[in-house]
């Protein structure tokens, strides 16, 4: 019940994710806990990481309030989680010597908190750093929109946030 749980609860990140795509949608914010929402995002997709085998740490030293639309914000997060659960499991297949890692690190920031999400995958070449947040731009030819990163900057930039990447060579 779990599995199904968890992968209906991402299916609707996936329709979120179509609504902050709608020209007319906006997002409807409010006080919501970054920490526990980045836990849930981890909840979701451990599905996904136990797949690929990878290891996906959280670490929250407590609540983290931040003002955002909660449905907006998880999707945004679960959309950075994924990209960083599948690089670390493209980097470290079954059989390599070690395992893939992701950390997901909640905490204080200049004027509210901070998700940072890192991993062991490969890394995003240079030459793709420009287009990293274009709609309709995507590395990958595995089923993949390049919509993920976009949304992800939409979402954060509408609440007042940013996002920002740092990637070490491949």
Not at 53 to 77: F, H, I, K, N, S
Request: proline share 9%; with cysteine.
């Amino acid at each position: 019940a779990g599995f199904a749980l968890n992968k209906l609860r991402y299916l609707e990140t996936v329709v979120t994710n179509l609504r902050i795509l709608d020209p007319a949608g906006a997002p409807q914010p409010r006080r919501v806990d970054l920490a526990r929402l980045a836990a849930e995002g981890r909840r979701m997709l451990d599905w996904r990481s136990r797949a690929g085998r990878v290891q996906v740490e959280l670490c929250a030293t407590g609540a983290a309030p931040v003002t955002a639309d909660p449905d907006w914000l998880a999707a945004a997060l679960l959309n950075v989680l994924r990209n960083a659960i599948d690089s670390a499991a493209a980097t470290h297949p079954p059989g390599s010597a070690s395992p893939g890692y992701v950390l997901i690190r909640v905490e204080p920031a200049t004027g509210g908190f901070c998700a940072r999400i890192c991993d062991n995958g490969a890394g995003i070449p240079p030459q793709l750093h420009p287009r990293l947040f274009d709609f309709d731009y995507t590395s990958r030819s595995d089923r993949h929109y390049g919509l993920g990163l976009p949304i992800a900057r939409r979402v954060l930039e509408s609440a007042g946030g940013t996002v920002e990447f740092e990637s070490a060579p491949p």
